[in-house]
């Protein structure tokens, strides 16, 4: 049940739906909460005795779980054992007052527990119901424990991450899950839109988490179709264009260059003082200029040495040739289009204060997101949520009692 304080201020487009979410690490938590920062009531249900993971993950500040307060925001939470009859219950009763369910249990677990989709659209036919797994619903591999960092693996990511002449490299956070969760925030958004269209029916959504990283990977599965290459690793260079790197600075910086488009990489070498180069046929297209690379990124690579990241970046801007600094996180915090913008924003925390995180994913003119508060202990809604459902307080001592909440 929503309170005045935290729901009736929402102003997203999906405020006035209700979304129930049972998933874990990293996904569906993710999913849930875009859809809670454009406005949907987000109830978050969590183990008794073992909370949501996310809660461990990332650093922590005097034992509080700073990641938590991102994914965990615009949540409600409650506590609820799945494992029990009565857990299931409440969770069915649940589920018919919600216009979409998130889960993330291994095939087949949801329906053990007597909470297929058969189950609880016959209460609530315009339910949907996002089911996010390594692999999917079905085929081989879909009992598989699957995370992340195997699918990024398997996707082609790795394999073309990193130099040539080295292994093929991890990204050093959640990518995979991440793709696959604000994948999944745009598979609810069309599913509640189909769901006007077709008499209020809900429906199923089978989301893997491989696809759509292997979607985000690019043309790679094509080539090997059409082509019978594989793509090998390039480092920081493009098979596209060139110049494409990073390059040092004369203060032990470093920028990046792109030069995607022709006209760019005219601007880039005539600041850099080689304009000849335009003259060789070989610099038409960006293709031909990639293996061209050595000399290109030679001649770029000598300018940029000799001068620090800010008259780099000044005379490239000047120019209107496409750089970027290589940022660390504490480096958005005073960036001034990330600050003018508000990308990153300050939300008040009961435990921590104000605490600047990234704020909600764009920017619509007519609907605007919100963070309406940081991620809440665990079980900190319970109460609340459950005497909604019908339940007594002498309902909820007694679950509590025995461990169902």
Do not use: C
């Not at 007052?97 to 609880?120: C, H, K, M, Q």
């Not at 005539?270 to 038409?284: K, L, N, S, T």
């Not at 990124?297 to 040739?321: H, K, L, N, P, S």
């Not at 008040?348 to 909600?360: A, H, S």
């Amino acid at each position: 049940m929503a309170s005045t304080t935290d729901y009736e201020r929402a102003t997203g487009p999906l405020r006035g739906f209700r979304v129930v979410d049972a998933s874990t690490i990293l996904a569906g938590p993710l999913a849930a909460q875009i859809l809670g920062d454009f406005g949907a009531e987000v109830i978050k249900i969590e183990h008794p005795r073992k909370s949501d993971g996310m809660r461990g993950h990332g650093l922590d500040k005097d034992g509080v779980p700073l990641w938590w307060k991102m994914i965990g925001r615009n949540k409600q939470t409650i506590t609820l054992d799945l494992n029990t009859t009565d857990g299931q219950g409440i969770f069915r009763d649940l589920a018919a007052t919600a216009d979409v369910v998130i889960e993330n249990f291994r095939p087949g677990t949801f329906e053990r527990w007597g909470l297929s989709y058969d189950v609880l659209s016959a209460v609530n036919p315009g339910l949907i119901l996002l089911r996010v797994t390594g692999f999917g619903q079905k085929g081989p591999y879909s009992k598989r424990p699957a995370f992340g960092t195997l699918v990024e693996s398997m996707s082609g990511f790795a394999h073309l991450t990193g130099p040539p002449d080295g292994p093929p490299t991890l990204p050093a956070f959640g990518l995979a899950d991440s793709i696959a969760g604000i994948a999944g925030s745009s598979a609810v958004s069309m599913a509640l839109l189909e769901r006007e269209r077709n008499g209020g029916i809900g429906q199923q959504v089978d989301l893997d988490l491989l696809t759509p990283i292997m979607t985000a990977v690019g043309p790679g599965v094509m080539y090997a179709d059409q082509l019978g290459i594989d793509q090998e690793r390039t480092g920081n260079r493009s098979q596209n264009n060139s110049p494409r790197n990073l390059y040092r600075t004369k203060d032990d910086q470093w920028v990046a260059i792109s030069t995607s488009a022709h006209a760019i990489a005219e601007r880039v070498m005539r600041i850099v003082g080689h304009p000849e180069v335009m003259d060789e046929d070989w610099f038409a297209t960006g293709r031909q200029r990639a293996q061209h690379a050595d000399l290109l990124d030679t001649y770029v690579g000598d300018w940029i040495a000799e001068r620090t990241r800010d008259e780099v970046t000044e005379v490239f801007e000047e120019a209107g040739a496409a750089v970027a600094p290589v940022y660390r996180p504490s480096d958005l915090l005073r960036d001034p289009q990330v600050v003018d913008t508000d990308m990153i924003i300050a939300v008040d925390d009961e435990e921590l204060g104000p605490v600047r995180m990234q704020n909600v994913m764009w920017r619509m003119g007519g609907s605007p997101g919100s963070i309406r508060h940081t991620g809440r202990a665990a079980g900190a809604d319970t109460d609340r949520v459950l005497a909604a459902l019908g339940r007594t307080p002498h309902d909820l001592d007694d679950l509590r009692a025995r461990g169902v909440i």
